[in-house]
T-cell receptor
Framework: DAKTTQPNSMESNEEEPVHLPCNHSTISGTDYIHWYRQLPSQGPEYVIHGLTSNVNNRMASLAIAEDRKSSTLILHRATLRDAAVYYCILRDIAGGGADGLTFGKGTHLIIQP | DAGVIQSPRHEVTEMGQEVTLRCKPISGHNSLFWYRQTMMRGLELLIYFNNNVPIDDSGMPEDRFSAKMPNASFSTLKIQPSEPRDSAVYFC????????????FGPGTRLTVT
């Protein structure tokens, strides 16, 4: 899987929007962009995924650059429960090499009350 | 749904002992993954199964590690003999298929080898 680059940590205030960036300049045409998060002392949980178009679900929005070399996870109104490590992961679904997730170091999101 | 179930949640053992970690995937899921998380190496995939068959075990660190999936509702990860460097949190995850967008993770087993 292609590599992703994320800031080590970010800080935001409660009830404000949060934009978590991810760079993936070597992304291939069949790489899907996935976001997972890991709350303290828990297993990772799926947040959202996309290929080319922006995506919304109940947890977050995913904005994908037109050249697909970067993406941004948007939490519209952060709460203290959103404090977690957020992982941006590329998966080549169409390549047939289905396998597990390759986690990087992620971004540690700190939410201030 | 109870989600992915792992047992035990915590395990403390002495170096040289055999350790067995257990996982029950979500009913109806056909793919099962074992991951390990340490401070130094982060989250790493160890092995995954599809329809109870091991597909890729290239992440298994050594021959001391083995994993089985005797049926669709149960998998084990065994370490024999255990070493202090095996201390980590071990996660099991399941998904509807290998290509499914979403993997569901269990709460993990924290293993400490002294």
């Amino acid at each position: 899987d292609a590599k992703t680059t994320q800031p080590n940590s970010m800080e935001s205030n409660e009830e404000e929007p949060v934009h978590l960036p991810c760079n993936h300049s070597t992304i291939s045409g069949t790489d899907y962009i996935h976001w997972y998060r890991q709350l303290p002392s828990q297993g990772p949980e799926y947040v959202i995924h996309g290929l080319t178009s922006n995506v919304n679900n109940r947890m977050a929005s995913l904005a994908i650059a037109e050249d697909r070399k970067s993406s941004t996870l948007i939490l519209h109104r952060a709460t203290l429960r959103d404090a977690a490590v957020y992982y941006c992961i590329l998966r080549d679904i169409a390549g047939g090499g289905a396998d597990g997730l390759t986690f990087g170091k992620g971004t540690h999101l700190i939410i201030q009350p | 749904d109870a989600g992915v179930i792992q047992s035990p949640r915590h395990e403390v053992t002495e170096m040289g002992q055999e350790v067995t970690l257990r996982c029950k995937p979500i009913s109806g899921h056909n793919s099962l993954f074992w991951y390990r998380q340490t401070m130094m190496r982060g989250l790493e995939l160890l092995i995954y199964f599809n329809n109870n068959v091991p597909i890729d075990d290239s992440g298994m660190p050594e021959d001391r590690f083995s994993a089985k999936m005797p049926n669709a509702s149960f998998s084990t990860l065994k370490i024999q003999p255990s070493e202090p460097r095996d201390s980590a949190v071990y996660f099991c995850a399941s998904s509807f298929s290998p290509l499914a967008y979403e993997q569901y993770f269990g709460p993990g087993t924290r293993l400490t080898v002294t």
